[in-house]
């Protein structure tokens, strides 16, 4: 076993949610072999073809990683490893912190085809697929933001990619709906947490009222400016924000996770010219932790 790679118990616990081989079209490869393959390329940023020939034939590694990430199959496995770890108990609901973090993109990133891309075999758009790839340009070059919700235990629980301009507010909503776990004993999926913290990026009047509809508690700080609009409104600006300055202090754990998943090379920097493609590597660096013990 090669440093980086799945270890046993790893393996045992990802095993039984991985695709059924030996369907139409032949024999898949070992998925051990080609899933390490995977996590050392996420986990290095190197180029797939200068893959280490223990993996196999880098080709056949890429395929299938771009395969998952068309289908949605990354996102259903990381549900599945979530469910298994709340059914654990190992899932800290009574925090969840939202934030964003942005990736430079590499110039192999850029020229993607401006035709849509399909999914291999199906005549079917890949799910996450954007027709601007994610990408935004910025002074500094291309850029692209992955919007994340993290729990308390410092593990990502949903995220979101967008090119590099785009705000944070606006993004919040569709964060929060993406959290989603299932319960293997029955019923509904769990998809509010307890609690959720923001930096004041995320304060305003749309995202509130969405938590508040949701009866999500939460802690966001109101920047000076609204709140001068509010006071200077009157009793037309609405009650002033409730804010727990203890609870605050815990919105740390996510910027942690943003640092946990950026420990991965390939989604610190992003080389994949597709957006679905990006998405999946960010998919399986989060599956990797959520492995971990």
Known sequence: MGRGDLTHAEWVRLEPYLPASGQRGGRWNDHRKVINGILFRVRTGIPWRDLPKRFGRWKTVYERHRRWSADATWDRILRAVQADADLAGRIDWSMVSVDSTSCRAHQHAAGARKKKPSVPKKRTTPRHHRPDEGLGRSRGG???????????????MAFLITPGQWGDAPQMIGVIERIRVPRPEGGH??????????????????????????KIKHTIPEPKDQRANRKRRGSKGGRPTSF????????????????????????????????????GTVAAAAIRLWLRP
């Not at 850029?143 to 729990?151: P, Q, R, S, V």
């Not at 509010?192 to 009047?205: E, Q």
């Not at 202090?249 to 943003?258: A, F, L, M, P, S």
């Open 142 to 156: 291309l850029t692209c933001k992955i919007h994340l919700a993290g729990e308390g235990g410092c593990r990502p």
């Open 189 to 214: 999926p769990r998809t509010r947490p307890d609690h959720l913290g923001g930096d004041k990026a995320y304060s305003s009047r749309r995202n509130r009222r969405y938590l508040r509809r949701r």
């Open 244 to 279: 727990d300055s203890a609870k605050y202090k815990r919105r740390n754990e996510v910027e942690r996770t943003i640092n946990r998943l950026k420990n991965f090379r390939a989604v610190a920097t992003r080389y994949d010219k597709r957006v679905y493609i990006f998405h």
